[in-house]
């Protein structure tokens, strides 16, 4: 239900014509734009607008170079990661031939010592 209990069509009429009223006078008490407390408050606005610019500018500018060096630290961690894997992987080469190079030797040698065994054996024959 509403606040104000009006009675009949003159009452509302009345209240109308009051509130509006009242608004075209709070309009026409505004100071004119070209009064100097207006203009002082303007530019008041319009230092604050640039200060926030530029705080915003500011702000985007660090955001920019975080991701910048974040992306490089990022890069050259995942450089350092690779160069890592590359020796890790080529030790691991180089130990597998190395292990693959002793087996050879070893089954060499014992094969040389059969054969040198056999012809050992062979020369006691006779």
Same mark, same amino acid.
């Given at each position: 239900m509403s606040a $104000?209990?009006?009675?009949?069509?003159?009452?509302?009429?009345?209240n109308s014509a009051n509130a509006k009223a009242a608004l075209?006078? /709070? $309009? /026409?008490?505004?100071?004119?734009?070209d009064d100097p %407390?207006? @203009? *002082?408050? +303007? /530019?008041?606005? *319009?230092?604050i607008s640039r200060a926030r610019d530029e705080r915003t500018r500011e702000?985007?500018? +660090?955001?920019v170079a975080a991701?910048? /060096? +974040?992306?490089? %630290?990022k890069r050259e961690r995942e450089e *350092? %990661?690779?160069?890592?894997? @590359?020796a890790r992987e080529q030790a691991e080469l180089q130990a597998t031939q190395e292990r693959k190079?002793? %087996?050879?030797n070893a089954k060499k040698e014992a094969r040389d010592a059969r054969y *040198?065994?056999?012809?050992?054996?062979?020369?006691?024959?006779r």
């Open positions: $104000f209990d009006y009675r009949n069509f003159d009452d509302r009429r009345q075209l006078a /709070k $309009f /026409k008490a505004r100071p004119p734009s %407390e207006v @203009i *002082a408050k +303007a /530019k008041a606005r *319009a230092e702000r985007e500018a +660090a955001r991701e910048l /060096k +974040a992306a490089t %630290e *350092a %990661e690779l160069a890592a894997q @590359i190079a002793a %087996e050879l *040198a065994a056999r012809k050992a054996k062979a020369k006691v024959k």
